[in-house]
């Protein structure tokens, strides 16, 4: 069964280092999302991309964090300069079709430990 | 800003009891909405969903009803098993984002224990 890939699965980073996430999509889906949750509270929306850019985002998202497409099949989070508060599990989602219409597939998660 | 709530953080449950988890929401354009299962250390995984044109949506042991005048879905699983032992995500999204974005808004889940 086709699944989300995502490395690494535990990362520790010190404050102010920069962090890139990487996540391979099911092969045949279009839309690909970052969410994250910290621990003990809820999956939080980071970012969708969709046909080579950014669809939307959250207030979470902002400067320290992009995401790049850079071949066909892998997607990455990047964080520029960590903070303590970015630790947390990051999922990375994909979709074959958009809003509304179907279900979002989700990797087992990395988790980022800023210390 | 908590448009979609889980207001039980866990439920215990007898096997082979009914579990009935609960989740309400506050922005009215949702309009899709769905239930992800969630092992620790693991990604969520889809259980299954409803759009806002239907009331009721079953696959196996698995239901979801939607109220939409109370803005109110639950998740029914019968009969709870020892491996339905996980935490539950309520989420939601609204068909009017734009093109390419599903933005899935979370509740905080629901804890459900089965006990033998």
């Known amino acids: 069964e086709p699944e989300v890939t995502q490395t690494p699965s535990h990362q520790v980073t010190q404050m102010g280092q920069e962090v890139i996430l990487r996540c391979v999509p099911i092969?045949?889906?279009?839309?690909f999302y970052w969410y994250r949750q910290i621990l003990g509270q809820k999956v939080e929306f980071l970012v969708s991309f969709y046909n080579n850019e950014i669809s939307e985002k959250s207030e979470i998202f902002d400067d320290q964090f992009s995401v790049e497409r850079p071949d066909g099949s892998n997607f990455t989070l990047k964080i520029r300069s960590t903070k303590l508060e970015d630790s947390a599990m990051y999922f990375c989602?994909?979709?074959?079709?958009?809003?509304?219409?179907?279900?979002?597939?989700f990797g087992e998660g990395s988790r980022l430990t800023v210390l | 800003d908590q448009q979609v709530k889980q207001n039980s953080p866990s439920l215990s449950v007898q096997e082979g009891r009914i579990s009935i988890l609960n989740c309400d929401y506050t922005?009215?354009?949702?309009?899709?909405f769905l239930w992800y299962k969630k092992y620790p250390a693991e990604g969520p995984t889809f259980l299954i969903s409803i759009s806002s044109i239907k009331d009721k949506n079953e696959d196996g042991r698995f239901t979801v009803f939607l109220n939409k005048s109370a803005k109110h879905l639950s998740l029914h699983i019968v009969p709870s098993q020892p491996g339905d032992s996980a935490v539950y995500f309520c989420?939601?999204?609204?068909?009017?984002?734009?093109?390419?974005?599903?933005?899935?808004?979370f509740g905080q889940g629901t804890r459900l224990t089965i006990n033998p």
């Open positions: 989420a939601a999204s609204a068909r009017t984002f734009p093109q390419g974005a599903q933005k899935l808004v």
């Open positions: 989602a994909s979709s074959r079709t958009g809003p509304g219409l179907g279900e979002l597939f």
């Open positions: 092969s045949n889906h279009l839309y």
């Open positions: 922005n009215s354009m949702f309009d899709y």
